[in-house]
């Protein structure tokens, strides 16, 4: 696709489920980024991807959340046991490579924990 | 800790007036310095970028400021319109991608 793809675009979920969330790169792109936006709030690094592999997951805030990315392509960030504190935008962004620039962003994932 | 400080947290302009927004970073490595700007809704949109062996980038209204020494970078939007409301962040980020934002500046402009 043209841009950066994330689905779903809204998931309601209640406190104590497990949801995933998916990001389709820019066709292309090796380097991939997860980030999470509270109401108001800038945005706060999760984790990246150089290809298949994670070098930095200096963000995830608990060993409930977890990343995976497969074939160079899409990526599914996974919230186990969900908390209301992880109500948030959940925006993926992907470049041509790592040290190269801009990221390019999708419109993220809200998430909200009932 | 926060390693991109911006402000002002929210700013009204009349149109056709000035936006400045300041930014503020502790990390000597941080090396590219990018403006974002983000509709409700929307994910982040690339608006312009620096790098630290120059001191200004102009695009069309936008203009980014750059100070080493003091480690500060601000956002000058001039002939501001009311379009060009929205969220503006500061990013901050080394060689390996990773992007530090601010905290955001919430912009509106009035009629």
């Known amino acids: 696709g043209a841009g950066v793809s994330q689905s779903p675009s809204n998931k309601v979920t209640e406190k104590g489920k497990d949801v995933e969330l998916r990001c389709d790169p820019i066709?292309?792109?090796?380097?991939l980024y997860w980030y999470r936006q509270r109401l108001g709030q800038g945005l706060e690094f999760l984790i990246y991807?150089?290809?298949?592999?994670?070098?930095?997951k200096s963000g995830l805030p608990s060993d409930r959340f977890s990343a995976e990315r497969t074939g160079e392509s899409v990526s599914t960030l996974t919230i186990q046991r969900t908390q209301q504190e992880d109500s948030a935008v959940y925006l993926c962004?992907?470049?041509?490579?790592?040290?190269?620039?801009?990221?390019?962003f999708g419109d993220g994932t809200r998430l909200s924990i009932l | 800790q926060q390693q991109v400080k911006q402000s002002p947290q929210s700013l009204i302009v009349q149109k056709g007036g000035i936006s400045i927004i300041n930014c503020a970073y502790e990390?000597?490595?941080?090396?590219?310095f990018p403006w974002y700007q983000q509709f409700p809704g929307k994910g982040p949109a690339l608006l312009i970028a620096?790098?630290?062996?120059?001191s200004e980038k102009k695009e069309g209204r936008f203009t980014i400021s750059f100070n080493k020494s003091a480690k500060q970078f601000s956002l000058h939007i001039m002939d501001s319109q009311p379009g060009d409301s929205a969220t503006y962040f500061c990013?901050?980020?080394?060689?390996?991608?990773?992007?530090?934002f601010g905290a955001g500046t919430q912009v509106v402009v009035t009629p």
């Open positions: 962004a992907s470049s041509l490579e790592p040290t190269s620039q801009p990221q390019h």
């Open positions: 066709s292309g792109h090796t380097a």
């Open positions: 991807f150089q290809g298949n592999s994670a070098p930095d």
């Open positions: 990390n000597t490595a941080f090396d590219y």
């Open positions: 620096i790098r630290p062996d120059v």
């Open positions: 990013a901050a980020s080394n060689r390996w991608g990773k992007l530090q």
